[in-house]
């Protein structure tokens, strides 16, 4: 059986994965929704160069899928919820060498409001 990607939806409505994902031109776009296909395929048997845990205690459970396309280097963050689903947090371009702390941070602050959310249904 596949595994279920689901996009984070913020309280207001707004969906910042697919919003980022809209926002990135067309070939690099596709190859992104490529690598999420293969997450729902493969699921947690999916490993590097596509997906990569993050590193430390107060980010266990949160992983990153790597898209590169040409000198284009793009980041979505996401964690598996339940199952045999994933959830798929936001995204961002990769400038430097290592992930900026505010971009980590995000993606805890979505990834707590989520599961706060869905725990209270």
């Not at 729902?40 to 396309?69: Q, T």
Request: charged share 40%; proline share 3%.
């Amino acid at each position: 059986m596949d595994w279920q990607v689901e996009y984070y939806k913020k309280e207001n409505g707004k969906i910042p994965v697919l919003e980022y994902l809209l926002s990135l031109d067309a070939k690099i776009r596709a190859k992104a929704f490529h690598e999420i296909e293969l997450l729902e395929k493969h699921g947690s048997e999916l490993r590097e160069p596509y997906v990569k845990p993050i590193k430390g205690a107060k980010y266990k459970g949160l992983f990153e899928m790597r898209v590169k396309f040409a000198s284009d280097i793009i980041r979505i963050f996401y964690f598996k919820y339940c199952q045999k689903t994933f959830v798929l947090l936001h995204g961002f371009t990769k400038k430097a060498e290592k992930t900026p702390q505010g971009e980590l941070e995000r993606a805890l602050r979505y990834k707590k409001d989520y599961e706060r959310r869905c725990d209270d249904e």
